[in-house]
């Protein structure tokens, strides 16, 4: 047998297995590799956030001031908070908020969301037009609230005297200094600032739905405004729905803009006093000796409201979103 017969007759030997390439889909780092990258958030989240709110709880059961401690109170510091005056004020403040609240979420989604339709449909400028939304956003709501408290100054403020230079003298107001006004300009004021990021949430959520529900709409012969309202729009709960929690979360716990613009005292006469405030006032404007643990029970009363509804609100639209699919 020639040497090219042995060569053929001989088995082929087995293929080379090239070595399994790290960091694929099914490699998992090292237990040290994640606890480099957990380890320090974990840490900041205990020191910021777990520590102060079981601090809180803490304190509310005592009557302390922030310098010396008078003993195990209990309950009290909550039966504080809904009796007698103090209870008035509360309910007025929380009356206040859930106003701030609906007032917000009223002008920014409807604004935010026509925004982001014409932003989608605009050809030129988008880019602009987004980033002026947004810039509001990089200003400290204090800041925000100096500037326009001088723009709405019934003296020498920009708005009255823009009115009064057009001739519509009755519209110029004491913004801020009227009860009836004080609390709705405001309103105006913070959506005002934050209603770039309710546009931004509803332009990636347009961004995102399939075009051929509209098109098969407009097909079947329905108007563009029937379209939207019957199509369109019940895509688009989801969003409206994460817009609505972060709105709610925010504006239950809004302090600096109407400290900036109304004082601490929620001027004129209280009308625009909010549960911010009123811890405020609670914690540091009080001479009780329990002050920091009524001011605690406060903050644990608002948080298990705002975190009740919160998850309530989030269940509602995780059901909504799996009928959606």
Do not use: C, K
């Amino acid at each position: 047998m020639s040497p090219a017969g042995l060569r053929a007759g001989r088995a082929a030997p087995p293929p080379r297995r090239r070595p399994a390439r790290r960091g694929g889909a099914g490699h998992r780092p090292p237990w040290w590799v994640l606890a480099v990258f957990v380890l320090p958030a974990l840490a900041l989240y205990t020191v910021f956030i777990v520590y102060p709110l079981f601090s809180a709880l803490q304190y509310s059961l005592f009557g302390w001031q922030g310098t010396r401690q008078t003993g195990l109170v209990g309950l009290e510091n909550f039966r504080h908070l809904f009796g007698g005056i103090y209870g008035e004020r509360l309910w007025r403040a929380f009356g206040h908020n859930l106003a701030f609240f609906a007032g917000t979420m009223l002008v920014q989604t409807t604004l935010g969301l026509a925004f982001a339709v014409l932003l989608r449909r605009a050809r030129a400028g988008r880019r602009f037009l987004q980033t002026a939304y947004v810039l509001p956003h990089l200003v400290s709501p204090i800041v925000v609230g100096y500037l326009w408290s001088l723009m709405l100054s019934p003296q020498f403020g920009a708005v009255n005297a823009v009115l009064r230079a057009v001739g519509l003298d009755a519209l110029a107001q004491p913004w801020t200094g009227d009860p009836a006004l004080a609390l709705p300009t405001l309103i105006l004021v913070n959506a005002w600032q934050w209603i770039g990021f309710p546009m931004l949430l509803f332009t990636a959520a347009l961004a995102g739905l399939p075009p051929e529900y509209e098109e098969a709409a407009r097909v079947d012969g329905a108007s563009a405004w029937r379209a939207f309202w019957h199509v369109t729009l019940p895509l688009l709960v989801p969003a409206i729905g994460v817009v609505s929690v972060l709105t709610f979360v925010g504006n239950m716990n809004v302090l600096d803009l109407v400290y900036a613009m109304q004082g601490s005292q929620g001027a004129p006469g209280g009308s625009t006093d909010v549960l911010g405030l009123l811890f405020y006032r609670t914690a540091f404007n009080n001479p009780d000796p329990g002050a920091i643990g009524q001011a605690s029970a406060l903050a644990v009363v608002m948080f298990v409201f705002v975190f009740g509804i919160s998850i309530a609100a989030t269940s509602v639209l995780r059901r909504w979103e799996a009928r959606l699919r």
